[in-house]
């Protein structure tokens, strides 16, 4: 879509963490990865490029529902040039899994954040998103990265966890001390950081090796009682995708 190339948390981004969405240097390829491959995208990479390659300073996702994936995804490539005259550019390109395979998770490098912001507020950016089939107000959010691991796993899915948090340096003790927990739910840490210019809003991308230990960790009283005890405010938000795209 003409200005959406996101945004988009992995560690959600993401992050959005990766944000970032997180890929790693052994992704196999997708049906999306292969069909994506176009002339007009001489910097597009396949899945077995890692989304942590590179680790932007900042990162901006952007979340939405599209009414036909296909159809979106013809637009979006089609306006990589406004993208790029705001300071934005392609990382990570993610969908929603099972139902929500319509929900898309763009992931863009950002040089200026006020660039990024006058943009996604723009006039012209709401049309081209309405032409391309975008259901409803997108999600955008703007990360300042903390951390972006680029050591080679062979899992695609991801978790993205969004929460606000009271301290961020007593959130980030108790969350680091969970590392075990997480590793024996089939979850890898993979990029984390956090709202640009507030600490208070945390995203962490996770890599998934197995869904149903991962989904009953979310659900666990254990989980709950960490996230009290490190300071997390209300109820986190919890989105599984799938890398589909990496970009260079």
Not at 150 to 165: C, E, G
């Amino acid at each position: 879509m003409k200005q959406l190339r996101f945004l988009a948390t992995i560690l959600a981004a993401t992050l959005t963490f990766v944000l970032f969405s997180c890929g790693s240097g052994g992704e196999k390829k997708t049906e999306e990865t292969s069909t994506d491959t176009s002339k007009t995208q001489p910097s597009e990479t396949t899945a077995e490029k890692t989304p942590e390659s590179t680790s932007p300073a900042h990162i901006v996702t952007v979340k939405h529902r599209v009414a036909n994936y296909s159809k979106w995804k013809m637009s979006y490539d089609a306006d990589d040039s406004a993208r790029r005259a705001a300071g934005l550019s392609n990382y990570v390109l993610a969908r929603g899994l099972g139902k929500d395979s319509n929900i898309v998770m763009v992931v863009l490098k950002a040089n200026n954040i006020i660039k990024a912001k006058e943009f996604a507020s723009s006039t012209e950016l709401s049309e081209v998103m309405k032409k391309a089939g975008v259901m409803g107000p997108p999600t955008i959010n703007y990360i300042d990265v903390v951390m972006d691991d680029n050591s080679q796993i062979s899992h695609t899915d991801r978790l993205l966890v969004t929460h606000k948090v009271k301290d961020w340096d007593i959130w980030k003790t108790g969350f680091d001390s969970h590392k075990q927990a997480r590793i024996d739910a089939g979850l890898t840490d993979r990029a984390l950081g956090h709202t640009s210019g507030d600490t208070h809003n945390v995203s962490i991308v996770l890599a998934v090796s197995d869904m149903a230990k991962a989904k009953a960790f979310i659900a666990s009283k254990d989980l709950k009682d960490k996230m009290t005890e490190a300071g997390v405010e209300g109820p986190p938000a919890f989105f599984f995708y799938k890398i589909v795209q990496v970009y260079q």
